[in-house]
């Protein structure tokens, strides 16, 4: 039972963690970066063995006091990260608000009759999704922890990404962590709005009109048919030489390109493969972070964006016929990448997209490569994030490190989505969490099974 993610959960209690000191209720506008995001959840979790307390405490006694000890902690870190102690709300023109009024966070207590190394990381929708992350249902912020049938644990959260994107949730994640072992929080988060303010007068590349798009100019969403050819999540592992070789490829044309980039490349061709039409155009989003750019030249504004607590993202993608990507080699397809992350990797365009939206409010409008193929002959269209800053072996309560962590987001797009992480063997393995459609997961199965192995326990090496 639980080889193949047939086992059953048990919620043990729910209940409400908000933070540990009384704080004035007060609204925090979203930026106008914050307003690109739709209302979509994304999940994270982080799976830990059976502590070793060299006695013979019962399991259950030790479950019930690793959740006193998340719980406590987590009410002293919702003291300076409030916004996900709140909820959203909408204000008289429709655009959300964030209420900070310590309402809390939902916390759920849950048993899973499973062992650790039953859970199937390699197929998270069977597994995780439902299960193992909660379905947050009010507020920014749920939490479910569940105990294992081996004494093990899996501590997973489901945040609004309209309030906070991964890096604003790594830093919430590692104060957590350094709470609950009695450290000072290394980072202390800022949510300093005037930081995005749009500027007087504003003014954009129009450049943007093709990357971001209004919802009102959107076609209408089709109806979704239940067929065979769903989008799907699986987690597979890259080994770091294979991470090395696919570098070297990509590099062979211009500069030195990233890892990032030589990955994107290889995706990006290999998805190709799977159109059948060889005009169809083929679309790869990178999500740049706008943090580091936005400091540029400002060294005061540089350690503020640094600690900036929200959304700082944007999403340049690039286009090719099907028929291109196939024949054309690794390096052009990287360095034609490298090429529209260069325009994007700016200032200037992130104070260019601030000033895009505020052109439009309270219009509501989103990454244009979200909504999928919306023009015709559109073909393969997914987006790659890249969470190289995913700190799987700083999320450590004060029992271990975690065994494995990933993000799991259901994003609600038309389009696919990519996100490598760092393996937790901390050996310069990725481990990638994938989203795209079944068809093309197994084309990356049939064709690509030496570079992208499906993720098992057995990878872990755990004692």
Same mark, same amino acid.
């Given at each position: ?295 540029? $030249? /400002? =060294?005061?504004?540089?350690?503020? &964006?640094? @600690?900036?607590? %929200? #959304? ?100 609600? $797009? /038309? =389009?696919?989505?990519?996100?490598? &992480?760092? @393996?937790?063997? %901390? #050996? ?36």
């Amino acid at each position: 039972m639980g080889g193949k993610g047939e086992f059953a959960v048990k919620v043990r209690r729910e209940d409400v963690v908000a933070a540990m000191l009384p704080m004035q209720e007060h609204w925090l506008p979203q930026s106008n970066l914050d307003l690109l995001l739709p209302p979509v959840d994304v999940g994270v979790f982080f799976c830990y063995k059976r502590p070793s307390t060299g006695g013979d405490s019962p399991i259950q006694d030790q479950f019930g006091v690793m959740i006193g000890l998340l719980k406590k902690a987590l009410a002293q870190a919702l003291i300076s990260y409030y916004a996900f102690g709140g909820e959203i709300v909408h204000n008289s023109v429709g655009e959300p608000e964030l209420l900070c009024n310590n309402r809390g966070v939902d916390f759920i207590e849950a048993y899973a009759d499973v062992e650790l190394q039953g859970l199937n990381f390699y197929n998270p929708d069977e597994s995780i999704e439902g299960k193992l992350v909660p379905k947050k249902k009010q507020g920014v912020l749920c939490v479910q922890a569940t105990e294992l049938r081996c004494g093990g644990l899996v501590v997973a959260c489901a945040f609004d990404h309209r309030v906070a994107d991964a890096y604003s949730t790594n830093m919430f994640l590692v104060s957590w962590a350094e709470t609950a072992q009695g450290k000072q929080q290394s980072l202390i988060p800022s949510f300093r709005r005037s930081l995005l303010y749009p500027r007087r007068p504003g003014s954009y590349d129009l450049s943007l009109n093709d990357m971001y798009v209004s919802v009102s100019a959107l076609p209408p969403s089709q109806p979704h048919h239940p067929n065979s050819n769903q989008l799907t999540s699986r987690i597979y592992y890259i080994e770091a030489d294979q991470l090395s070789r696919l570098q070297s490829l990509a590099s062979r044309m211009g500069p030195t390109k990233t890892k990032l980039e030589a990955f994107c490349a290889f995706l990006w061709k290999l998805v190709a493969f799977g159109e059948s039409e060889r005009d169809n155009i083929c679309k790869i989003g990178v999500v740049v972070d706008g943090r580091i750019r936005l400091g540029e $030249g /400002e =060294s005061e504004k540089t350690n503020l &964006m640094d @600690s900036y607590f %929200g #959304n700082v993202l944007s999403i340049p993608f690039g286009k090719m016929g099907a028929r291109e990507l196939k024949e054309r080699p690794l390096s052009y397809l990287a360095e034609h990448i490298h090429g529209f992350l260069g325009m994007a990797v700016t200032k200037e365009h992130f104070l260019d997209l601030v000033d895009w939206v505020e052109a439009r409010r309270p219009e509501p409008a989103l990454a244009r490569i979200y909504a999928g193929g919306v023009d015709k002959g559109d073909g393969a269209t997914f987006v790659v994030s890249s969470g190289r800053g995913f700190p799987v072996a700083k999320v450590d309560f004060g029992w271990g490190k975690p065994t494995f962590g990933s993000y799991h987001f259901h994003w609600g $797009g /038309e =389009s696919g989505y990519v996100m490598p &992480m760092p @393996s937790p063997m %901390g #050996n310069g393995d990725w481990v990638v969490y994938m989203h795209l459609l079944k068809e093309q997961l197994e084309l990356v199965e049939a064709q690509a099974a030496h570079v992208l192995r499906p993720l098992t326990f057995d990878y872990l090496n755990v004692d």
